[in-house]
């Protein structure tokens, strides 16, 4: 055999030999130096975020794309299984890699008759990347359906909306785009005759990128929308404080309005965001 020959085989042999360490198991479930999936599924669920053992990351990298059928049916377990938590998790390995796996888990988190499933199945979209958030906007934007404000409430959304995140250092890098997709979401919501979902969007446009939501909140009151609605999105607007100040010469325009609840409604919004633009007597009230 020739030294060519000799060298096409090795190679070959090394790449079988590759293949069986990270793919060995007859089942068809991934495996990586000997375990299965599963076992750095739940490894990595186990770790905190920022404590996560790099011997399971690399495992998870390394299987790929091959994890997203076993992942998908993890979350969907009707049982709201305990593997549902670590398999969203791991979402945040896969990033953009795991594209192919939304339109599962989006038809999961449209379901409403498994909870457990589509909390989990947020989560693992949220960890894509922006497509996968824009799916979750997809969903909340369907009118009536009974779990959007579950999907809306407490660190479901808001991580990926804000530069500061949940706690210091956390921020999602994709927080602006994530805002922008949302705003005209959450501002639909505001119109929505669930009152519990009307509120998670306030929370949200309020506590959202400024550089963002300002401007979407300030646009949407430009079309002057029906007295309940625009009162919660003034709310909203002022609860951005100085970081909203170019909405100042909207609000003074305002406060000149014929209709005495707009007038009130802007300068309350002002004692806020600019009470120094405000007569003494009323930055006082």
Not at 186 to 213: H, I, T, W, Y
Request: glycine fraction near 8%; charge should be neutral.
């Amino acid at each position: 055999m020739t030294k060519t020959k000799y060298i096409a085989v090795f190679l070959l042999v090394g790449t079988v030999i590759g293949t069986v360490v990270i793919f060995s198991r007859q089942d068809g479930e991934p495996a990586y130096h000997g375990h299965r999936l599963g076992y750095w599924v739940d490894m990595y669920g186990m770790s905190y975020p920022d404590q996560h053992n790099p011997e399971d990351m690399e495992a998870l990298t390394a299987i790929g794309t091959n994890a997203l059928p076993y992942l998908i049916n993890w979350i969907r377990d009707e049982g709201g299984g305990k593997r549902a938590g670590p398999a969203a998790a791991t979402f945040s390995v896969l990033g953009t890699n795991a594209i192919p796996a939304i339109p599962d888990l989006k038809a999961i988190l449209a379901n409403p008759t498994n909870g457990h499933a589509c909390v989990a199945a947020e989560r693992a979209l949220t960890r894509i990347g922006p497509e996968g958030f824009a799916a979750v906007l997809d969903v909340i934007a369907i009118p009536g359906l009974p779990q959007r404000g579950a999907l809306m409430q407490g660190d479901a959304l808001y991580p990926y909306l804000h530069p500061s995140g949940m706690l210091p250092g956390q921020a999602d890098p994709n927080y602006r785009i994530n805002s922008k997709r949302a705003a005209p979401v959450l501002l639909k919501c505001l119109e929505d005759n669930d009152f519990n979902v009307q509120r998670l969007a306030v929370m949200l446009l309020s506590g959202s990128d400024p550089a963002s939501m300002v401007p979407a909140l300030t646009n949407f009151l430009h079309g002057s929308p029906p007295p309940a609605i625009r009162r919660q999105a003034m709310e909203a607007l002022a609860a951005h404080g100085r970081q909203a100040r170019m909405v100042v010469p909207f609000l003074l325009s305002r406060c000149s309005d014929s209709d005495a609840e707009i007038r009130s409604e802007a300068t309350n919004a002002l004692m806020q965001i600019a009470p120094e633009v405000l007569p003494k007597d009323r930055s006082r009230q």
